[in-house]
């Protein structure tokens, strides 16, 4: 597949991570704040009692898909419960190679927040994972104590000249981004 045809299906899936904070059996949700789930990044829920092999959702699957700016390939990360607009919603955040991060809400779809982190760096290496530029790219961490997301986007400072690319760390509020 051409990697025009690639950042064309990776802008627009945003594929069945949202399954991951729905409950089942009634469980309380759960929030899903670093890659692979824990500080280990090992992916696995050592808590988990409920989902087994004969009891796993026949439904698994895409629930929504929603148009994004770019290429994304940081795990999306969700928090439950949060009241974004004067509503409540579980929440999926989501990064792109442009320096956007979205706020989702996981059961609608619909973007409830986004925010551009500034110009992302021209793509310089014949890489053909990657779209013409680099932004976000790593996966973000949250911490739902402070409410924030923390992200680093590769930018170009603008300040400079010729604009010069620099990481920057933010800190967003989960709510307003």
């Known amino acids: 597949m051409p990697s025009s045809a690639i950042r064309v299906v990776c802008r627009s899936i945003l594929a069945a991570l ?7 059996n009634g469980e309380a949700k759960v929030a899903v704040t670093t890659y ?5 990044r090992t992916g696995w829920n050592s808590s988990e009692t409920t989902l087994t092999a004969s009891n796993f959702p026949t ?21 439950p419960n949060l009241k974004i607009g004067g ?17 989702i809400g996981e059961s609608s779809g619909q ?19 990657n779209g ?5 790219t790593g996966t973000p961490v949250i911490d739902v104590k402070s ?28 709510l307003t981004l």
């Open 132 to 136: 013409n530029h680099l932004g976000i």
């Open 36 to 40: 692979h789930y824990d500080n280990l």
């Open 87 to 103: 509503k409540l919603h579980d929440v999926v955040y989501v990064v792109t190679e442009s320096n956007s991060v979205y706020a």
């Open 111 to 129: 973007i409830l927040i986004q925010t551009n982190l500034g110009p992302p760096v021209p793509m310089q290496l014949n890489c053909v994972n």
């Open 147 to 174: 409410n924030l997301l923390f992200v680093v986007a590769y930018t170009l400072d603008p300040s400079t000249s010729p604009p010069t690319p620099t990481y920057q760390l933010h800190a967003l509020n989960l």
């Open 18 to 24: 949202f399954v991951a904070s729905a409950p089942i």
């Open 59 to 79: 439904g698994f699957g895409i629930v929504k898909t929603v148009q994004l700016d770019d290429q994304v390939d940081a795990q999306p990360l969700i928090v």
